[in-house]
């Protein structure tokens, strides 16, 4: 596995807690999610940029937003108790055929 590749995945975990500390910050009333989600964010911006370097800007933004959508749906449903429909198991399984299916088309 490539350094670009290494730092693509620290910019989905780094983004998935920004937006999981986006919930737990109860719209800015908690002071320590409220300061981690632009910690995070500003961590995974970085990443993400590094990960550019090396890797094709179709195929990192859609795997970072893919499977950073996929890991919040599945926090969400785990964590905070959400729904877990047909339809969002299904949106999520075509979210991760997606992925693989631009990753697999360079």
Same mark, same amino acid.
């Given at each position: 596995?490539?350094?670009?590749?290494?730092?693509?995945?620290?910019?989905? =975990?780094? &983004?998935?807690?920004?937006?999981?500390?986006?919930?737990?910050? &109860?719209?800015?009333? !908690?002071?320590?999610?409220?300061? =981690?989600?632009?910690?995070?964010?500003? $961590?995974?911006?970085?990443?993400?940029?590094?990960? $550019?370097?090396?890797? &094709?800007?179709?195929?990192?933004?859609?795997?970072?937003?893919? $499977?950073?959508?996929?890991?919040?749906?599945?926090?969400?449903?785990?964590?905070?108790? &959400?729904?877990?429909?047909?339809? !969002?198991?299904?949106?999520?399984? =075509?979210?991760?055929?997606?992925?693989?299916?631009?990753?697999?088309?360079?």
């Amino acid at each position: 596995m490539s350094t670009s590749w290494i730092y693509l995945i620290a910019a989905i =975990l780094f &983004e998935v807690s920004g937006t999981t500390c986006m919930k737990l910050s &109860e719209g800015f009333t !908690k002071l320590v999610p409220s300061v =981690l989600i632009f910690v995070f964010y500003g $961590l995974c911006f970085s990443f993400l940029t590094l990960a $550019l370097k090396r890797l &094709e800007v179709s195929v990192a933004y859609s795997v970072w937003a893919g $499977l950073g959508t996929v890991l919040i749906a599945i926090i969400g449903i785990i964590w905070f108790r &959400e729904s877990a429909t047909f339809t !969002k198991v299904l949106s999520i399984a =075509l979210i991760i055929m997606g992925v693989i299916g631009i990753n697999a088309s360079k």
